[in-house]
């Protein structure tokens, strides 16, 4: 996992450790997005209730658009939609760090051909399972309901795993 440093809804600068130790759920968003963005963030609500409880789950989404998405339009677009800042992380920051950690790291970019700098972005339906050892565990279609059962079911793994290690 590259390094990173960025803000979330509430302002609190959040880096790659907060990865560490925990079963992340890794997205790439925008909040002015009406296209699978809204579809997306309501799958992952069902993530976030069902392990509202429990501290070894957790969400993370990057913005694609940090120039508009400030933490404080990221905190109204949280409470909107009823996300939780105990369980999921907005974050914003540098663009180019932010697309780089993107397309670097996750490979999250439907546009892979005619890249355009001056207008270029990354959009991706995509979400990414992260154990505890920041080792990626899958890759899930946010937009449909059934690839967000499975990554849950892929979670109850983890747990498990993570149990098991607890163990010894």
Not at 61 to 86: M, N
């Amino acid at each position: 996992m590259d390094s990173f440093l960025f803000k979330n809804q509430l302002g609190k600068e959040i880096d790659q450790n907060h990865l560490q130790n925990k079963i992340s759920i890794v997205s790439f968003f925008f909040a002015r997005c009406h296209g699978i963005c809204p579809n997306i963030i309501r799958n992952l609500k069902f993530v976030q209730s069902a392990y509202q409880k429990d501290n070894l789950v957790q969400i993370v989404s990057f913005s694609v658009t940090p120039d508009l998405d400030t933490p404080e339009e990221l905190q109204k677009f949280a409470d909107q939609r009823g996300i939780y800042i105990t369980k999921w992380n907005l974050l914003t920051g540098d663009r180019e760090k932010i697309f780089q950690i993107a397309r670097n790291t996750f490979q999250a970019d439907t546009n892979t051909t005619n890249k355009n700098p001056d207008k270029d972005f990354v959009h991706s339906e995509q979400i990414f399972l992260i154990d505890s050892n920041l080792n990626f565990r899958g890759i899930y279609n946010g937009n449909k309901g059934e690839s967000v059962e499975t990554l849950m079911k892929d979670i109850e793994i983890l747990k498990q795993e993570n149990q098991f290690k607890a163990g010894f």
